[in-house]
């Protein structure tokens, strides 16, 4: 649908442009995220990638845009806009899904012909959102299991704020190589997260090498179940820098039998036809509601 409706935007654009020769603009700038103060710091880092939005004006969907953005409206007057933050769900750039866990940004606002409205569109956390997450900011007590077959190891470096500017202190490191070529691991904690609710992944990520997502169902009597899901592929060393990316859980989750909770888990294995790889990961963050 939100493919569609991107398109829809585009031919929106042109015939507004070409049949109303004075509307009214909206230029709409970046997102910015900021805490929820019922949540008492619970959202961890703020570090987000909302790099879409949904555009309504009087309740009416304008369309859907990558931000920043300046478009025409052919509305003038007092009007009420919203704004919902996007993403690319699961990383699919054709995929623009309005983000759940995150307020829709709203004002009242008066739009006049041939002038432009600039907004800058904050957002937050709802109060109902639950968390779980590992920040590495404790790096003696990570919260994740790395299985005993695994070869790699992960550790946990002092961010340089001046090579590699980033949110933190500490961040996750796993070196591969012909040696130590797998690592395999998961969250430590049971989530108990209900069939058909919203569940995502948020992960911040800087990789040479292709990591693998998934969820294990564990089962009442204590074993587990592995489902793949989702691969972040590796950025070109030329250009390669710190990401995020939301996966979506809720369709996985549906899938486990009843009574399971779940783990994340994560899989490096050294990508063929290399003789090294790295990640780099922090503020992962299972996001949900219950």
């Known amino acids: 649908m939100s493919r569609i409706l991107f398109f829809l935007s585009i031919l929106f654009l042109i015939g507004c442009v070409k049949n109303n020769p004075d509307p009214s603009w909206l230029e709409v700038n970046e997102w910015t ?30 369309g859907v845009f990558e931000v920043p953005f300046k478009i025409p409206i052919l509305k003038s007057g007092a009007v009420n806009i919203k704004i919902y933050p996007a993403v690319k769900n699961n990383g699919i750039a054709a995929t623009k899904k309005i983000y759940p866990f995150v307020e829709v940004f709203e004002v009242n606002a008066e ?89 995502y992944l948020e992960i911040d990520y800087y990789n040479t090498n292709s990591l693998l997502t998934g969820v294990l169902y564990v089962n009442p009597d204590n074993t587990t179940t592995n489902n793949p899901h989702i691969t972040i592929t590796p950025q070109d060393i030329s250009s390669i820098r710190w990401k995020k990316i939301y996966i979506d859980l809720k369709e996985l989750i549906g899938y486990s039998p009843n009574g399971s909770n779940i783990l994340q888990s994560l899989i490096a294995t050294l990508d063929e036809g290399k003789t090294e790889g790295e990640i780099r990961i922090d503020n992962i963050k299972v996001v949900y509601f219950n």
Do not use: C, M
């Open 33 to 62: 995220l900021q805490s929820n103060g019922s949540l008492s710091g619970q959202e961890g880092e703020l570090t987000h990638n909302f790099s879409e939005a949904w555009v309504y004006v009087n309740d009416e969907i304008i």
């Open 111 to 199: 739009l006049k012909e041939n002038q432009t409205l600039t907004l800058n569109p904050i957002t937050k956390y709802k109060s109902i959102t639950q968390f779980w997450i590992e920040d590495f900011e404790d790096p003696l007590n990570v919260k994740i299991d790395v299985d005993q077959n695994t070869s790699a190891i992960l550790t946990t470096p002092t961010s340089n704020q001046n090579l590699e500017p980033f949110n933190g202190n500490f961040y996750g490191k796993i070196n591969l190589n012909a040696t130590d070529s797998s690592w395999i691991a998961s969250t430590r904690d049971q989530l108990a997260i209900q069939k058909g609710r919203e569940a």
